[in-house]
Each structure stands twice: as structure tokens, then as C-alpha cells.
């Protein structure tokens, strides 16, 4: 159940203290002894907070340091790429990874008005400038993503564009965690004052106006001209605020732009459903005031800080990110003409996508979840679209070639305007038509508390472990631990019936785990099917017997 405040707008007791924050992250010292206040990347970086110690000066510089220690190992001898985004914490970051990166030598891309860089404007950077040059380039995002205001992040990206696979990141956090514990005064640590760094040392890089003057490169940007629709843009106060601007003038969409002033407290934000500020535009109290505003507008696209992510708004309110990215891959492969590619998706996607592909032909690469096993996969133009659950996708250029290895949420949201255009039709009415042909899934998570220990034993279970025979009356077809591109581990496992399927993973930061299911029962049957799943999980992690 939502919380009271969800979708309701943010009261002044609970929009942040910009300074406490920021004189937190450099005052604060982590303390050692605790793990929690380590280094840690999840599947996108290391996040946290600078008023309990998990996201502070020491941090950044440690991280940046071990890039530096690392990059070259991992194929870089160029420049770096550095964005930011909209995050108090991100600033101060910034400057400690300009000091850490000019005391290492290394020369920093920066943006040429000293504005925020979106992530996927990065990666669209790194494999612009890798296609020119021998010696490669990779990158440093400051972003916790759609994470509350007061939250920190960093992250890496290799010389593919895309977010570094799990190899180079405990490679980075190991190594960073031996700067940090020694308070990055060990002999090999180096650090030059943001005052005394040379004018060289940063090169001022057209971040926004290359990527805006390319998008007509992976959108028919042409059509939506044409075509005119009113769109509605909210910004969510994130670092693509400027982009959208931009585009609006070079191609003259009708497009309202909303919430594009920096605000680093996000108080013009909506609650999300439980109670707590954050940015995510692919939650419906998040885009609540968007929601509100949709009748006079023919669409409404929103984006969360970084940029990464889409939400995307019709008449009857938000479309799934999961039946947004199958409408958009069917789409995609239709008008564009693509030879031999496939569609990626995460094994906690939709399996509409399946059944899509298996109708079009069109093979399917399902990957744990994590952004980063598409990288390779879009680099190499095998697949031509691959996105998640949670909003964030990718897809190639018209003509079939690499856009970027990271998610996009600009050209996932322009994407939305092209269908129209082209069309004729809104991604709702083509929704209704592809589920009258589909079904019509029901999709949901939720969260189940567990041990620490018991963490560990779902992220490394075996099928086995699982006895049920049936999920809410249905016959498992299925019980896996890896994903079936590659066989890799899913950190978790996914139980199967013909009428729906769940997925139990750990979380990476609490004492929990998450359990994502479809199903084609309708609502009552989903929730049917999550609480069964949650039954079976806990029966393995509890080593009882299920005898359904």
C-alpha cells in the first residue's frame, strides 16, 4: 500500500540542507571498522550519503584514484570524459575528481560551459572521441541516479562507452579500499588543489551541442517536426535540462519545458510511493503533477537526474517501462530496417518481449540485471535495443551502428514522439493493440525482509534448493539461476509457470530481498503470485520443505 504522502508535493520538513550536506561530505571520516562505510559498486557505482559516512571526499578521491591506478589495465591512455549530475553532493565530488585526476596527470574532458553532463551524453562522448583516436578514452559519471536529493554516486565507464563490467569494478573497489583505509595519505596517492591545477590539465569539451546536433542521427527528428505534437517536458530539475532547451530550438519541436532551473533540494518534487523524495520518473507519484497536467498535451516525457532513465505519459497516465520497451523495440525493428540484430532485455523484463521477438523472429538476449552486460552487446550492434524493467534503455543509430553504451533516456523519450509522429497513433493506443494481441500481463515487486546470511544463499542458490511443484495453483515449467544468454548468474533465482513467473534477488544494500513477477491472471493474480513467491523463497532460505 502507497504511503499517505505518495504523489502528494514535498513539505518544507523534508527538503534538504544543502550545506549540512555538503560541509558532511568533507568533514566526515568514514569510519574503517564499518562495512557499510566502505567502497562498495553495485551495478551502478557506489552510492551513499555524506552525513553517515558513506559518501564523503575520502570516498571520491580513493575511487578516482584507483581509476587512475586501473585505466590504463583496462585499455584507456587518453583523455577522460567527466559528467555530473544535479545532486548537491555532485559539485563538491566534481572538484575532488578534477584534483585526484590532475595529480595523476590525466587530462579531463570537461564541459565547455562548465554545465551538468548527462550520463548518457558521456557515453556518447567516449565512442565519438574513441573513433577518432588510438588512444581511448573512458569515463567518470557523478551520479546516484534517481536516489533522494541528499544521496551521492560515482561510477566508471570503460572505453566501450558503457558502464565497467563486474571484473574492473571489484578491481576498483578493491584497490580504492586500500587508499580509503589508509585516508588516501598512502605514497601513491596524488592530489593537486582545484587552485593550482594548470589550464591544461582540463580540456573544455561541446558536450550538449554534439550530442543534440547528432540525435538525428537515432531519431526521426524530421517527423516529429513535422508532425508537431504538444509535448509536455519535465525535466525533473536533472542535468539534461538544458539538453532538452537545446533541442526544442535546433529542431523546432513544440515542446513545454518544465522544472529546468537547478535546484539541488528538488522541492518542486512529488513523494514517491513510500514517502521518500526521489527522482524517478518511471514511478506514477513521482510524475504526479505531469499526470495532472496530460489533457492538454498530446504526451508528456520526464527524465530523472542523470538521464538514464524515461517515463513516459499518455492520456490514461504512465506507460510501463516494460511496455514501453516492447512497443519501442517492435517499433524499432519495423521502420528501421535492421539485418541480423536482436533485442536485450534483463531477466526481470517482460516476457511480452518474447513473444514479440518469437513472432518477429527476432532473437532475444536475456542478461542478469545490470546495464552493463548490454554494453558489449550495442557496441558490437548485435542486439538493436536492450532495456530494463526500471526504465532505462539503449537502442543503435538508423543506419545500425553504436549511439551509446550506457542507457538514454533522452532518445527513449524522443523515441516516444517519433511513434507518434509516424504513426499516427499514441504509444497508448498501440499499448491496447499489442496487448489484444499478447495479453495483457500484470507487473509488480515487492520486498521481503531476510538475513545477512541468508543474503548470500539466495545470491548463490540452486535450483534444487527450490521443491515447490506449483505457484499459486500453476505447474512450474521452469526453476534457473542464470540467464539464458551466456549462462551467467542472475544472483538469484526465477521460478516459471505458463501463466506468469517470478524472480527472487538480494538486495545490495539492505537487509532484503526483492521479488519481481508477471502475471497473465490479471492484478489478483499477480499479488497472488508474489505472495506465493515469497512463501517458496523463504522455504529455501529457511531449508524447510514446500509440499504444495
Known amino acids: 500500500m502507497a504511503h499517505a504522502l505518495a504523489g502528494k508535493p514535498v513539505q518544507e520538513q523534508d527538503i534538504i540542507d544543502v550545506q549540512t550536506i555538503v560541509d558532511a561530505y568533507f568533514d566526515n ?5 564499518n562495512p557499510t562505510q566502505l567502497v562498495s559498486f553495485g551495478t551502478s557505482g557506489h552510492r551513499g550519503t555524506s552525513v553517515d559516512g558513506t559518501f564523503t571526499d575520502l570516498h571520491v578521491a580513493a575511487i578516482t584514484q584507483a581509476i587512475c591506478d586501473g585505466r590504463k589495465q583496462f585499455g584507456a591512455t587518453g583523455p577522460i570524459f567527466v ?3 544535479t545532486h548537491a553532493l555532485s559539485q563538491p565530488a566534481l572538484v575532488t575528481v578534477l584534483e585526484v585526476l590532475a595529480g595523476n596527470g590525466v587530462t579531463a574532458m570537461v564541459d565547455c560551459d562548465m554545465a551538468f553532463v548527462p550520463t548518457p551524453s558521456v557515453s556518447r562522448a567516449i565512442i565519438r572521441y574513441n573513433e577518432e583516436h588510438d588512444d581511448k578514452a573512458d569515463g567518470i559519471i557523478i551520479t546516484p541516479s534517481h536516489n533522494p536529493p541528499d544521496n551521492g554516486g560515482i561510477k566508471y565507464n570503460t572505453i566501450i562507452g558503457g558502464p565497467a ?22 605514497e601513491d596517492f596524488k592530489r593537486i588543489s582545484i587552485d593550482n591545477i594548470e589550464p591544461t590539465a582540463q580540456v ?10 547528432e540525435l538525428g542521427d537515432v531519431i526521426n527528428m524530421e517527423a516529429i517536426k513535422a508532425a508537431g505534437p504538444k509535448v509536455l517536458v519535465d525535466t525533473l530539475g536533472g542535468s539534461g535540462a538544458s539538453y532538452w532547451n537545446a533541442i526544442k530550438e535546433r529542431y523546432g519541436l513544440d515542446l513545454t519545458i518544465i522544472h529546468d532551473d537547478y535546484d ?3 522541492s518542486f518534487m512529488t513523494y514517491d510511493h513510500d514517502g521518500k523524495v526521489r527522482m524517478d520518473c518511471s514511478s506514477t507519484y513521482v510524475m504526479a ?17 542523470d538521464y538514464d532513465r524515461y517515463g513516459i505519459v499518455v492520456s490514461s497516465g504512465l506507460i510501463s517501462a516494460n511496455t514501453f520497451l516492447t512497443l519501442a523495440a517492435r517499433y524499432l525493428f519495423t521502420t528501421r530496417g535492421w539485418k541480423n540484430k536482436g533485442v536485450g532485455k534483463t531477466v526481470v523484463c517482460t516476457t511480452m518481449i518474447d513473444k514479440w521477438a518469437a513472432d518477429a523472429e527476432t532473437p532475444v538476449y536475456e542478461v542478469p540485471v545490470g546495464f552493463k552486460y548490454f554494453s558489449q552487446l550495442l557496441f558490437d550492434g ?7 524493467e526500471s526504465a532505462g534503455a539503449s537502442f543503435l543509430k538508423k543506419d545500425g551502428t553504436v549511439w551509446t553504451t550506457d542507457k538514454d533516456g533522452m532518445i527513449m523519450a524522443l523515441l516516444s514522439m517519433e511513434i507518434m509522429a509516424v504513426m499516427g497513433k499514441s504509444a497508448l493506443k498501440m499499448a491496447d493493440e499489442f496487448v489484444e494481441e499478447f495479453g495483457n500481463p500484470s507487473f509488480g515487486r515487492i520486498d521481503a525482509p531476510c538475513k545477512k546470511e541468508q543474503k548470500q544463499i539466495l545470491k548463490q542458490m540452486s535450483a534444487e534448493l527450490i521443491t515447490a511443484t506449483t505457484v499459486d495453483g500453476d505447474l512450474i515449467t521452469n526453476i534457473r539461476t542464470t540467464s539464458l544468454y551466456n549462462d551467467m548468474p542472475i544472483d538469484g533465482v526465477r521460478v516459471e509457470t505458463d501463466k506468469g513467473w517470478f524472480v527472487a534477488r538480494p538486495s545490495g544494500t539492505e537487509d532484503l530481498y526483492k521479488i519481481y513477477g508477471e502475471s497473465y491472471k490479471g492484478d489478483l493474480g499477480l499479488v497472488a503470485l508474489l505472495t506465493a513467491g515469497e512463501e517458496i523463497v523463504n522455504a529455501a532460505l529457511n531449508g524447510t520443505i514446500e509440499t504444495e
Do not use: H
Not at 165 to 186: F, G, H, P, Q
Open 264 to 266: 539541488p533540494t528538488f
Open 289 to 305: 503533477s505531469v499526470i495532472n497536467r496530460i489533457g492538454d498535451f498530446d504526451l508528456a516525457v520526464g527524465n530523472d537526474p
Open 29 to 33: 571520516v568514514p569510519d574503517m571498522t
Open 165 to 186: 563490467d563486474t571484473v574492473v569494478t571489484k578491481w576498483i573497489e578493491m584497490r580504492a579500499n586500500e587508499y580509503l583505509t589508509a585516508y588516501c595519505e598512502s
Open 83 to 85: 559528467g555530473q549530475d
Open 204 to 213: 573544455p569539451y561541446d558536450y550538449k551541442g554534439l550530442y543534440v546536433e
Open 382 to 388: 548485435a542486439i538493436g535495443i536492450g532495456g530494463e
